[in-house]
């Protein structure tokens, strides 16, 4: 018989909702933007491609979906390297 706690689901829908862009990635990439605070576009949008790239658990098959994000909002990564 399938366990279903349907409060644990009902948490987990609740915290998508919270973190925007967040959500459409996966679980490891996500907790490594929040780990450094990018948890909003406007955040995400002070860093270059290059730089997130460096970040763990971050893959080039990443890059698209953040830039595609950014680019709903009218942002773009910085050209810039911090």
Known sequence: MSHFCY??????EQRKSKIGFLSLLPAPTRRT???????????????SGKDILKLHEIRKTTIPKLREALEAENLIFTKLNT
Request: charge should be neutral; aromatic fraction near 10%; glycine fraction near 0%.
């Open 33 to 47: 933007l929040e780990n450094v605070d990018i948890t909003t576009l406007e955040k995400l949008s002070k860093h």
């Open 7 to 12: 409060f644990s689901f009902i948490q987990k």
